[in-house]
Antibody
Framework: QVQLVQSGAEVRKPGASVNLSCKAS????????IHWVRQAPGHGLEWMGI????????NYAQQFHGRVTMTRDTSTGTAYMEVSSLRSEDTAIYYCAREGEDPSFDSWGQGTLLTVSS | EIVLTQSPGTLSLSPGERATLSCRAT???????LAWYQHKPGQSPRLLIYETSSRATGIPDRFSGRGSGTDFTLFISRVEPEDSAVYYCQHYGTSPSITFGQGTRLEIK
């Protein structure tokens, strides 16, 4: 079955960077786009961007341009997202999600809690 | 960018009652690009409805969606305790640019 397994919780200081991972299984990794979505405490879902695993093309939400970099490793079926210049407002649960054929997000990772605190 | 506004903010119902959740867009949204998700505390979001009215795999037929233009609705015909969650509508825009509504919290009394 389709599974997206994300890396474990992270704690960083303001100004630092973090690299989150999302390992896909149960399907051909290069056939489906991967999105990243976050949820800050007390807030709703916020879309961050998309990566096309087959060619590595990315598109980021405007508010994350310059601070977010999405990459992938097709040999392991893993998507990555680096967030730099972290601030306390980046404290959130970060999800990766697979885009189905409709389009919509038909499978989600379990989420990674990122805490940014001095 | 299209903005999605959901109402009500919170909905409190008793088991067996019908839930009506609204999602209004600032511009016309193609029905093929509107989806609904259920998000329970401590869990990942789950796709309920795609293309406005199609149920995702494994979703009970108590859940249904309808709408066109700028107005979309998620219905739960007879709510159950396990339906307690936050529900989000989502628009899949060009480039792409994805937007979510702010969510409706459904509480089961």
């Amino acid at each position: 079955q389709v599974q997206l397994v994300q890396s474990g919780a992270e704690v960083r200081k303001p100004g630092a960077s973090v690299n989150l991972s999302c390992k896909a299984s149960g399907y051909n990794f290069t056939d489906y786009y991967i999105h990243w979505v976050r949820q800050a405490p007390g807030h709703g879902l916020e879309w961050m961007g998309i990566i096309y695993p087959s060619g590595g093309i990315t598109n980021y939400a405007q508010q994350f341009h310059g601070r977010v970099t999405m990459t992938r490793d097709t040999s392991t079926g893993t998507a990555y997202m680096e967030v730099s210049s972290l601030r306390s407002e980046d404290t959130a649960i970060y999800y990766c999600a697979r885009e189905g054929e409709d389009p919509s997000f038909d499978s989600w990772g379990q989420g990674t809690l990122l805490t940014v605190s001095s | 960018e299209i903005v999605l506004t959901q109402s009500p903010g919170t909905l409190s119902l008793s088991p067996g009652e019908r839930a009506t959740l609204s999602c209004r867009a600032t511009q016309t949204v193609p029905t093929s690009l509107l989806a609904w998700y259920q998000h329970k505390p401590g869990q990942s979001p789950r796709l309920l409805i795609y293309e406005t009215s199609s149920r995702a795999t494994g979703i009970p037929d108590r859940f249904s969606g309808r709408g066109s233009g700028t107005d979309f609705t998620l219905f739960i015909s007879r709510v159950e305790p396990e339906d307690s969650a936050v529900y989000y509508c989502q628009h899949y825009g060009t480039s792409p640019s994805i937007t979510f509504g702010q969510g409706t919290r459904l509480e089961i009394k």
